[in-house]
């Protein structure tokens, strides 16, 4: 992923803004085309709907911010792109002729387009180099959801999908290469299979929009949010498995419960009856306020699906561990000075009734800049999964200053011990003009995570610590160092 600094989107609609908003939040710069006249508008209420997201679904440090640019054309927008996203509607006349202007004006970029369906084979019919062009199907919100299709034709090059597998895994995705070019590619199929018999019940009268959201948000869209189709039913067969459920259940399929292989006559008067069934169903919610419930409860079970090592959690958790090493700060060309171990601004939502950041958030910094200094001392996430890590066995914070919601911090962390078991630091957290806004103490043991106790770090994670300790210690000590609750300096 490190080689791509610069991506082109063609079409800056849901999708499209979708993905500018993962791409800018992994630290690449977007050029967008988008011939309509209010698409400025429309992507940067994406963009901000996504920006509340990301700032609740990981405290993982996120790399600078890329820029989103406009440009007028397809060709300024492609130019020295390494990678171009295609996001228009879905008709095969229109992808063709943006291809064609994307080809004169870049030969070499990977083209990935977006479509729901379409096959590749069809898409890169007209391309004079077909090889470059991939299937990469998002799901919306696309900055949250890490499903990705990915679909070769048969022209496509085999090695631009394995480069794809690398880079949306990289932006916190979860790749899912189609063994076989089919229309609808996968999840969609199954998807409007769902869609096509909730139709049919609405047509015949049998539930209203509403009901039938409700027979799938409180039963099996529970499970579905964890488990799949196949697993689900493979748990429902009990000890005997899926082949119990097909013993079992398998004959219902032959009987006519459903109306998959057709579909109802979309009238005037049918497509006016949803409609209003779905307006009356979102009542006073409009789709802004939609999209943040929406993204707050997929936030809330990626969250929980995380504690339990599954499904989306399992991606979400690699994303996090991902962008934890990478995020953490280079060593400082001078050691003997306090390091900088975080920098960000502060999230709408770590603030009180009074915009200013609330002090468990303080916490929450420290803790962060500690985990940073510990991946400066080799102390990273390999080495926790290896069995050891450092345990904070106490802390003091002075809160000195106010900090509000969006203003940029920073840490500078102090060690002021470093030998043996023993890890003592102390954080200034400061405003990026300078004020001090706290400072944190904090000690640390080192621990064997198998057994819980205490233990001596591994030669070089000491000796570096040791290193930095020594150089440290030649500083003047940082004012309230080594103070409790009531005591002077």
Request: glycine share 8%; with cysteine.
């Amino acid at each position: 992923m490190n080689e791509i600094r610069k991506v082109a989107l063609i079409g800056g609609g849901v999708i499209g803004g979708g993905w500018t908003a993962r791409l800018i939040e992994n630290g690449m710069d977007v050029s967008v085309f988008d011939p309509d006249p209010e698409a400025e508008r429309k992507l940067n209420a994406v963009l901000a709907g996504a920006d509340r997201a990301y700032a609740k679904l990981t405290m993982a440090p996120h790399p600078k911010k890329g820029a989103v640019s406009f440009a007028p054309s397809i060709a300024e927008a492609v130019a020295d792109a390494r990678l171009v996203i295609e996001s228009v509607p879905e008709r095969l006349d229109l992808k063709h002729r943006v291809f064609a202007e994307i080809e004169a004006a870049n030969s070499t970029a990977v083209i990935a387009s977006s479509t729901s369906g379409i096959m590749p084979t069809e898409l890169q019919a007209e391309l004079e180099y077909p090889g470059r062009l991939i299937v990469a199907h998002p799901f919306n919100p696309v900055y949250l959801l890490p499903l990705v299709e990915l679909v070769a034709g048969k022209d496509t090059d085999a090695r631009h999908i394995e480069w794809a597998k690398e880079f949306y895994s990289a932006i916190g995705m979860r790749p899912l290469v189609c063994r076989v070019e089919i229309e609808g590619f996968i999840s969609d199929r199954l998807q409007e299979a769902l869609w096509r018999e909730a139709l049919w019940l609405l047509k015949d009268k049998v539930a209203t929009a509403e009901e039938l959201d409700a027979a799938i948000a409180y039963g099996p869209g529970l499970r579905w949010a964890q488990m799949g189709t196949m697993q689900t039913f493979h748990l429902a067969g009990g000890e005997g498995g899926m082949r119990a459920m097909l013993a079992m259940f398998g004959p219902c399929l032959k009987w006519p419960w459903t109306k998959l292989t057709d579909v109802p006559e979309l009238t005037d008067g049918f497509v006016e009856m949803v409609g209003a069934q779905c307006d009356a169903q979102s009542g006073d919610l409009g789709p802004r306020d939609l999209e943040h419930i929406r993204d707050d409860n997929l936030i809330a079970i990626m969250q929980a699906l995380k504690v339990n090592g599954w499904g989306a959690g399992q991606v979400l958790a690699a994303y996090e561990k991902a962008l934890f090493d990478r995020g953490a700060p280079a060593p400082a060309a001078d050691l003997s000075q306090p390091i900088r171990t975080l920098e960000r601004q502060v999230p709408p939502d770590w603030t009180d009734y009074n915009n200013h950041m609330n002090e468990a958030r303080y916490l929450q910094c420290f803790a962060d800049a500690t985990d940073a200094f510990m991946r400066i001392i080799g102390a990273d996430a390999d080495y926790i999964a290896a069995g050891r890590s450092y345990f904070t066995v106490e802390t003091h914070i002075r809160h000195l200053n106010e900090v509000k919601a969006l203003e940029p911090i920073y840490t500078a962390t102090q060690v002021i011990e470093g030998k043996g078991k023993k890890m003592r630091l102390f954080h200034e957290m400061r405003h990026a003009d300078g004020r001090l806004l706290a400072t944190g103490e904090h000690m640390l043991i080192h621990v064997s995570l198998e057994s819980r106790a205490a233990c001596e770090p591994a030669r070089e994670i000491l000796s570096k610590l040791e290193e930095i300790a020594a150089l440290h210690a030649r500083l003047t000590p940082p004012d309230g160092v080594g103070r409790a609750i009531g005591m002077r300096g």
